[in-house]
């Protein structure tokens, strides 16, 4: 029997092929899926015009957030780096807990997007699309139709990370122009200023319903796709310049585009749909059913048409990063060794992409509409944000000899703040929302002790001592938001104000913990010494490259 692969070999058989424009696609088709078609409504049944706002903050979180992930996709561009940072800085718990929460947060959008695409097509007047969809959840014959749209996405990925980057550009394209578009079409048809203060004012439920539809309305679930572009670290052709690019230029490009749509969005609600306040705001297809409320066909059946392209090309991406995603795990030591395998041919992870399509099944089983798919992944994606804050910053004092091709003077204040904005976005998510997800964190620890808890206890304690930072962090954020007040779904323990300075102040103090926690543990270590040979080898392919020039020159 053959030797399995070695980690170096198999990130060989990867293609670096991707460039800046191809990652910004990567990241702006991640960001542009399903949660303009939703989100726009979501969140001003939440919070009304002060909708528009809450597009603004989610951005700026992102966008901190995503500062910090740049300079570790930057210093580490191997497949799946979403999931490897923490386990580089604390070791096997933080690393595996931070793992399973992006994953769990990727690979649920897979089904949301098909989701999105049936639930659209339920609005189409056939009378089989409208047995697609009941008003709460997909049907059998919906969940059947997702279930061929997640097939399509498998299919896609399988063959090869250039076809993906050709297609995806491509409907890239199609998904900036057609929501630009929408907007556009929207502003100039109906635009009632009245609705932006009344009924109820510009924050009609008041600013905790604004920050609870940051987290929980579509708008964490859609500014979460800055991460494909680092997922696909492993085939960026330069990525200490392309990564950083991609990640803020798709984030600023997004936001952009969802604000256009709130506003337009809300100026073109007819009066009477609001008779009843924001609330009662229950739309099947939000924005193709204001298209054909004023008489702009045309537009309803564009947008019918990039409801099946925009999610499916997110679901497509998501496909592809969630695979790199579970090589990463394998590397990690908690997946069989099957799942680190990548087809020397085409540079694909075909088993762990064939795992990902049999758990994306599972979740459309489970969870068959929208809404209830952008709650979970929502959370679980604040979840998975907290560890590139600290492992940043621990990977400063415990690495200063790695290279950072991207090295932002101000990461020390940037990483302490996107570690506070995170525990506040998970706090708004409201109580017993956070619970839910934070015990499909803990779900995930069997598979962890399974590889882990063989292992001599002296071996495992400082990863158990590293790691013990971010378990306390989630039963206390548990408890917080259960105990918080009742703006948060809370039991009103802590009173309104006071509780989100509590949680900054838990979030300051987890950071600082985090950070002092990290330690110099094997995978650093591993990592290390990969990251030098590959450099080596590089140095040498240049003396080379220049050697075998020399002739041409006489």
Known sequence: MSEPESSTASHQNYRRSLGTISLTAVGLGSIIGSGWLFGAERAAKLAGPASILAWVIGAAVALT???????????????????????????????????????????????GEATASVQYMSSWHFGW???????????????????????????????????FAKTNTAITVFKVVVPTVTAGALLFAHFDTAHFTNPGGFAPNGWSAVFTAVAVSGIVWAFNGFQSPLNLAGEARNPGKSLPKAVIGSILIALVIYVALQIAFIGAIPSGDLSKGWSSLAYTSPLADLAIAWGMNWLAILLYADAFISPSGTGMIYAATTSRMIHGVQENGHLPKIFGKVDAKTGIPRPALLLNLVVAFLFLAVFRGWGSLAEIVSVATVISYITGPVAVMALRRLAPDLKRPVRLRAMPVIAPIAMVFGSLVLYWARWPLTGKVIMLMAAGLPIWAWYELRKPFVELKPHLKAGAWMVAYLFVMAGISWAGSSDFGGHGYLPEGWDLLIVAAIGLAFYYWGVASAWNNPSLDEVRRELAAEEAAASAGAAGAARAAEPSRV
């Open 129 to 163: 699309a409208k047995g697609l969809y009941d008003g709460k959840e997909l049907t059998v014959s919906g969940v059947a139709l997702a279930s061929v749209l997640l097939i399509v996405y498998f299919i896609l990925n399988w063959f090869a990370i250039t076809l």
């Open 65 to 111: 957030i995503a500062l910090t992930y740049s300079e570790l996709g930057s210093m580490f561009p191997k497949a799946g780096g979403m999931v490897r940072y923490g386990q580089y800085s604390h070791g096997s718990l933080a690393g595996y807990l931070a793992a399973w929460a992006n994953w769990i947060a990727i690979v649920s959008v897979i089904p």
